[in-house]
């Protein structure tokens, strides 16, 4: 397992841009999946994006496709969410979540395949 604490969640105007970041400990973080999901009250929890264990590949949610782009310093420990024009519907609390990688390096859109999760960071963005 791998611990995960999220920071960079804050107040923005309509077409802001943010930069989430994600801290990991565990030797094993570089063989983990990653994933950025997303929460409103109410809802379920959503996915947002992903990337490979080795940085190579990455999935994204059609509502955030070509706004936000996930990236992984596995040197570091640390996965990023940077968010770009943002929306008033963007607003969530964000968790990273880590998925021990399998038979494939591949994204993972599926919430039920990762076993480790942030305490999340609250994004919000008015209008």
């Known amino acids: 397992q791998v611990q995960l604490v999220e920071s960079g969640g804050g107040l923005v105007q309509a077409g802001g841009s943010l930069r989430l970041s994600c801290a990991a400990s565990?030797?094993?973080?570089?063989?983990?999946?990653m994933g950025w999901f997303r929460q409103t009250p109410g809802k379920e929890r959503e996915f947002a994006a992903s990337?490979?264990?080795?940085?190579?590949?990455?999935y994204y949610a059609d509502s955030v496709k070509g706004r936000f782009t996930i990236s992984r310093d596995n040197a570091r420990g640390t996965v990023y969410l940077h968010m770009n024009s943002l929306k008033p519907e963007d607003t969530a609390i964000y968790y990273c979540?880590?998925?021990?990688?399998?038979?494939?390096?591949?994204?993972?859109?599926?919430?039920?395949?990762?076993?480790?999760w942030g305490m999340g960071t609250q994004v919000t963005v008015s209008s």
């Open positions: 979540a880590a998925a021990r990688a399998g038979l494939a390096d591949l994204p993972l859109s599926r919430m039920a395949l990762y076993d480790s």
């Open positions: 565990g030797l094993t973080f570089s063989r983990h999946v």
């Open positions: 990337i490979s264990w080795g940085g190579d590949s990455t």
